[in-house]
């Protein structure tokens, strides 16, 4: 089946520490991928996203993320990360057929940012 | 614009009992997609209405079901409630382009279910 993965469920990071989480999608064919942020009390919130052309896209808040076609992987970073970051992020993709409207989503990581 | 808004922001119902929800999409969009968020099985897809039809459908049973008015509205209806539907529905819309053509989903704040 369809599927895709965040294997990071919790990570932990001290202000101005990289974080790179994982996404991993199972689908041979033609995907368009999207991060989702959800702050604690808030609603989802599109990250960034890519439909085509230059894999490695740049998102708001300093997000970016980068689409490796061959590793079906599409991870999101930061270089340095801050206290506000903490919140829980959603991997998402839309796996092109007939029914493309369907977001697909990862169970989440939940990013937890110590001072 | 406005966001997505949904209504009611919180509700509590007993088993057996049925709930409609409703959310109004940003002005323009004419694609509504539903979901259904739990702690235990995170983020699943309920259905799409685009143009006051289903256009994608989710693994959910028919006691789920929904509609979309001529003004993009949509509601979601559960019936005989079960334990196991307390969860946070969210609604998102986007554009809807020609043929289904993904296009990025924008997110309400949800209704919380609460089933007793």
């Known amino acids: 089946a369809q599927s895709v993965s965040q294997h990071n469920h919790h990570v932990i990071l001290s202000e101005a520490a990289s974080l790179e989480l994982g996404c991993n999608y199972s689908y041979g064919g033609t995907v368009n991928l999207f991060w989702y942020v959800q702050y604690p009390g808030q609603h989802l919130q599109l990250l960034l996203k890519?439909?085509?052309?230059?894999?490695l896209v740049k998102g708001i808040k300093g997000f970016e993320a980068e689409f490796i076609k061959s590793k079906f992987s599409f991870n999101l970073r930061k270089p340095s990360v801050q206290w506000s970051d903490t919140a829980e992020y959603f991997c998402a993709v839309i796996m092109l057929t007939g029914t493309a409207s369907k977001l697909t989503f990862g169970t989440g990581t939940r990013l937890q940012v110590t001072l | 614009k406005a966001g997505v808004t949904q209504t009611p922001r919180y509700l509590i119902k007993t088993r057996g009992q049925q709930v409609t929800l409703s959310c109004s999409p940003i002005s323009g969009h004419r694609s509504v997609s539903w979901y259904q968020q739990t702690p235990g099985q995170g983020l699943q897809f309920l259905f799409e209405y685009f143009s006051e039809t289903q256009r994608n459908k989710g693994n959910f049973p028919g006691r789920f079901s929904g509609r979309q008015f001529s003004n993009s509205r949509s509601e979601m209806n559960v019936s005989t409630l079960e334990l196991g539907d307390s969860a946070l529905y969210l609604c998102?819309?986007?554009?809807?382009?020609?043929?289904?053509?993904?296009?990025?989903?924008?997110f309400g704040p949800g209704t919380r279910l609460t089933v007793l």
């Open positions: 890519y439909f085509s052309g230059d894999p």
């Open positions: 998102a819309s986007s554009s809807g382009l020609a043929g289904g053509a993904p296009d990025t989903q924008y």
